[in-house]
């Protein structure tokens, strides 16, 4: 097919004469894979119901041979907030969120970005963590194939975040939704003191990190608008940033 060899940018256009503005979107599908030896799977983060609390659907699970590997009461911010558990068995990692919301300085209550995913989606995976030898590597095979990350700066460029844990330093990268609704964190778990070398990094703890981002794009509207390229799924809908810089080295296909 001749429109295997075409740009982002003229397949773009292709894909968009041919559609209406109730179609479903079309996938881009990048040439370049985005498989690696090194990536492995690390967790899948589940949203829970808001008004049961947490520590019913853990015991559940530890009824099921999980064991309770981490607890946060509350992470996010002044406004809203969640509480996690992180169970795992026999090498399956889940992390059980359950929203807590707060309100606003006016009084207003706001749903707790959590609660919202579960309004929406149900007890549906909310992310899934890919663990890797080499994150930048990874991010930077991901950036190639034209994956945008919900923590870019304004060049377009992902941001990695950096926090240390009892294992040593933990470095992650969060992309756009796949389609709408559930997205990927790339995770490396890298010896203490160690550096990355061309992408910045923020030092504050990274669940608050994502918990800003992904609040942002909430308040903008477009996070369950969006897929992992960046394409708007109903123009009706508040748009994702535009990417104003393509890798050049991406080619597509059109279904
Ligand atoms: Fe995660």
Redesign the pocket.
């Known amino acids: 097919m001749f429109t295997a060899a075409l740009t982002v940018h003229e397949s773009a256009v292709l894909v968009n004469l041919g559609r209406n503005r109730y179609t479903e979107r079309v996938l881009f599908f990048p040439r370049r894979s985005l498989v690696s030896n090194s990536l492995k799977f690390d ?1 899948v ?1 589940i949203p829970l119901p808001p008004y049961i609390t947490l520590k019913r659907f853990a015991s559940f699970f530890k009824k099921l041979g999980f064991r309770n590997e981490w607890y946060r009461a509350r992470v996010g911010n002044q406004e809203t907030a969640m509480e996690t558990f992180v169970m795992t068995r026999d090498g399956v990692k889940l ?1 059980l969120m359950a929203g807590i919301d707060g309100k606003n300085s006016a009084g207003e209550r706001i749903l707790s970005q959590v609660s919202e995913y579960f309004r929406r989606f149900g007890a549906s995976p909310q ?1 899934i ?1 890919l663990r890797c030898d080499d994150i930048e590597k990874e991010v930077e095979r991901w950036l190639n194939a034209g994956v945008r990350f919900l923590t870019e700066d304004d060049k377009e460029q992902p941001q990695i975040l950096r926090d240390r844990d009892s294992d040593g330093e933990v470095f992650q990268c969060f992309t756009y939704p796949l389609w709408g609704s559930m997205f990927f ?1 790339l ?1 490396q778990i890298a010896r203490k003191g160690q550096k990355l070398t061309h992408f910045e990094e923020f030092r504050e703890s990274n669940v608050e990190d994502l918990w800003a981002a992904l609040d942002r794009a909430l308040k903008e509207g477009w996070l369950f608008n969006t897929n992992l390229w960046g394409e708007t799924l109903n123009d009706r809908m508040p748009k994702p940033p535009p990417r104003m810089h393509f890798p050049k080295s991406v080619r597509t296909y059109i279904p």
């Open positions: 967790h983060a992390a992310h963590a964190e995770k």
